[in-house]
């Protein structure tokens, strides 16, 4: 007898719109993030993070975290 909760083995995927939403602000912060890191170099340093760092984030696909 199995005392925890049943799961279906193909549960659905996150709903698109959400999906979508996720993925559009990913690509929105990352592109805000390099603009600052381009215009205003010295305030990388106020939220602490480095150049390379900035630019690892903004290397990423939009479905990566």
Avoid: C, Y
């Avoid at 909760?5 to 999906?19: E, F, I, K, R, T």
């Avoid at 760092?53 to 939009?62: D, G, I, L, P, Y």
């Amino acid at each position: 007898m199995h005392d925890g909760p049943v799961l279906a083995p193909n549960s659905p995927p996150a709903a698109p719109q959400g999906l979508l939403a996720i993925w559009r602000e990913r690509i929105r912060a990352r592109w805000n993030l390099a603009q600052m890191a381009q215009e205003n170099p010295h305030l990388l340093k106020d939220i602490g993070l480095t150049k390379q760092q900035v630019e690892t984030e903004f290397a990423k696909r939009f479905w990566q975290r």
